[in-house]
């Protein structure tokens, strides 16, 4: 395979973030369309009274956020690590933190479940996520450091 001479190899952590970013956009697209699609647990057998307390009445609003932040984000992300962009290990990183909250809050709202057990599973994935993130963060040299500030603050 022939390079550009001006387009450095991704790094292997880059790669891995790259592929954790990819799962994850392809489960919650999914997860985000079946919600969508099946707002009353009519695809994914979820229960509505389960949002009881929650500002949900339907699963609707919920799957439309998954797809839109969980599906179209991570593949943001992954898309500017292949760009070699320098903010692309700043944006795993609020990927991953972004899946964890979502967890968190899901939890909150409709309860721990392990079967299936999607939550773990996930947990895990945005635990893994954001040490790939913050190993990646933490092997760049101090000049793509110094850049990254640069372009995020004001």
Excluded: C
């Excluded at 009519?42 to 500002?55: D, R």
């Excluded at 479940?113 to 895990?124: A, D, G, R, T, V």
């Amino acid at each position: 395979m022939n390079r550009s001479p001006h387009r450095p190899a991704l790094r292997p952590i880059a790669r891995v973030s790259m592929g954790l970013e990819v799962l994850l956009s392809l489960g919650a697209l999914a997860g985000g369309t079946a919600l969508m699609v099946g707002p009353r647990g009519e695809i994914i057998p979820l229960q509505v009274a389960a949002l009881q307390g929650s500002p949900f009445d339907t699963y609707f609003v919920p799957g439309l956020i998954l797809f839109a932040v969980l599906g179209l984000g991570p593949i943001a992300a992954a898309m500017l690590a292949f760009a070699r962009q320098p903010l692309a290990p700043l944006a795993a990183l609020v990927v991953g933190v972004g899946l964890l909250i979502w967890l968190i809050v899901e939890i909150a709202i409709v309860g721990y479940s392990s079967n299936p057990p999607l939550q773990p599973i996930y947990l895990m994935l945005g635990v893994a996520i954001v040490a790939a993130a913050l190993r990646w963060l933490g092997s760049q040299p101090a000049g793509e450091r110094q850049h990254q500030m640069k372009v995020v603050r004001p």
